[in-house]
């Protein structure tokens, strides 16, 4: 019963943004920490940022710093990811992931159930 669907990838210019969501259903999302990763080509899975049960703590990966800002809204089961100064690098399909709710980490293990992921490509 556990879903989570992200939206929001696309084609987007260097130095471009994009917004991501995750959309939640079949649980209490403000239980639980809501974490994002990304998969680029080649490349083995990479947590990008996270954000607490109650929305306090946020995590970013030192790639992402300063430029992509995670949120979230409980009462619209929402998990957002806004990504601005893109570049090739960020490039991959990025997911959601349902993580602990005493807990913030993008460690992959801890995170139980996975959306479909949403392909982001910056060209060039």
């Known amino acids: 019963q556990v879903q989570l669907v992200e939206s929001g990838g696309g084609l987007v210019q260097p130095g471009g943004s994009l917004r991501l969501s995750c959309a939640a259903s079949?649980?209490?999302?403000?239980?639980?920490?809501i974490g994002w990763f990304r998969r680029a080509p080649g490349k083995e899975r990479e947590g990008v940022s996270c954000?607490?049960?109650?929305?306090?703590?946020?995590y970013y990966a030192d790639s992402v710093k300063g430029r992509f800002t995670i949120s979230r809204d409980n009462d619209k089961n929402t998990v957002y990811l806004q990504m601005k100064s893109l570049n090739p690098e960020d490039t991959a399909v990025y997911y959601c992931?349902?993580?602990?709710?005493?807990?913030?980490?993008?460690?992959?293990?801890?995170?139980?159930?996975w959306g479909q992921g949403t392909q982001v490509t910056v060209p060039s």
């Open positions: 992931a349902r993580g602990p709710r005493f807990r913030a980490t993008i460690d992959p293990a801890a995170f139980g159930s």
């Open positions: 079949g649980f209490t999302l403000d239980y639980y920490s």
């Open positions: 954000i607490s049960s109650n929305g306090r703590t946020t």
